[in-house]
């Protein structure tokens, strides 16, 4: 008989310690707002940026997770890699909408996901501007924590066809990138009711959760961009899958209302051949 110590942590217990650090590193990005623009590099081209702020706050929530859990592994975008041995590992974005933070557009979040012998069991988005905290376990449901409103559960929503669908996309930093996916947005325009681009995938993905877009596409996207909010999106109701039923993100993140996740997959699908 195995006792509920030897199988791990609940995914509860590890969205407690998620939630806990990612309000730490909220707390710190929104600290560092008003100087984002002063310690500024870029990665993989002059308009990727990557800012104090992103490895300070990366460097808190390390710190906080494996204090906590000091056998655990560590995926984060500003480097942060490390193998663990309790088969837990922590995927974290420190800010997912780094743009948007330096341009003060209050889409910009903190991404921590819990992912157990390969399988996401807890996430946490929180957008640091607006303080909504977006939370899911594996099989527990979504669920939206907004100040000064009551915490309420998350439903994809419903649209009844393709038409009155709204889409959210993203595109990636280098402009031969960026020029194949804006004739992909030209393409699907007018098949769809409109499309959203608010700069962060992991609140585009918790956007779908929340029934504020329908559906979201990405081609491109790393691990830490898409962990917490894919599982956020997934457990709201939304179909989440990548390109022709390959795994999510290896490369395309789509995530749909089930009343259209096939006819949106099909249209994603035959935009990228
Ligand atoms: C961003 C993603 C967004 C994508 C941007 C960028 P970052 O992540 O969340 O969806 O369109 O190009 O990759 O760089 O702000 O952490």
Redesign the pocket.
């Given at each position: 008989m195995t006792s509920a110590r030897d199988q791990g942590p609940s995914p509860a217990e590890l969205l407690g310690l998620a939630v806990s650090a990612a309000r730490e590193a909220a707390d710190l990005v929104a600290r560092g707002r008003e100087g984002a623009g002063e310690h500024v590099g870029t990665?993989s081209s002059p308009v990727?940026?990557?800012t104090a702020v992103?490895a300070a706050s990366e460097e808190l929530l390390v710190g906080r997770l494996l204090a906590a859990r000091p056998d655990d592994g560590v995926l984060g975008?500003e480097g942060a890699a490390r193998e663990g041995s309790s088969g837990v590992r922590w995927i974290v974005?420190p800010?997912?909408?780094?743009?948007?933070?330096l341009y003060d557009v209050p889409a910009?979040g903190v991404s921590v996901a819990a992912e157990v012998h390969g399988t996401v069991r807890a996430g946490v988005v929180l957008n640091v501007a607006t303080g909504e905290l977006f939370t899911a376990t594996d099989g527990g449901g979504a669920r939206l924590a907004a100040p000064g409103r009551p915490e309420r559960r998350l439903r994809a929503g419903r649209p009844p066809s393709l038409e009155q669908t709204l889409v959210a996309?993203?595109?990636?930093?280098r402009a031969e990138q960026r020029r194949a996916q804006g004739r992909v947005v030209a393409e699907l325009l007018p098949r769809v009711r409109d499309i959203r681009?608010?700069?962060?995938?992991?609140?585009?993905l918790c956007a779908v959760a929340a029934g504020r877009v329908d559906a979201y596409y990405?081609l491109?996207?790393?691990p830490?961009?898409h962990a917490a909010g894919a599982l956020v999106a997934a457990e709201a109701g939304a179909v989440v899958t990548g390109l022709r039923g390959t795994p999510v993100g290896q490369p395309m993140v789509i995530a749909a209302a089930p009343s259209v996740a096939g006819p949106f997959a099909d249209l994603v699908a035959e935009l990228h051949p």
């Open positions: 990665k990727d940026v990557v992103d975008e974005d800010i997912d909408g780094t743009v948007n933070f910009y996309t993203g595109f990636g930093y681009r608010f700069g962060s995938a992991a609140l585009d990405e491109g996207l790393n830490w961009d």
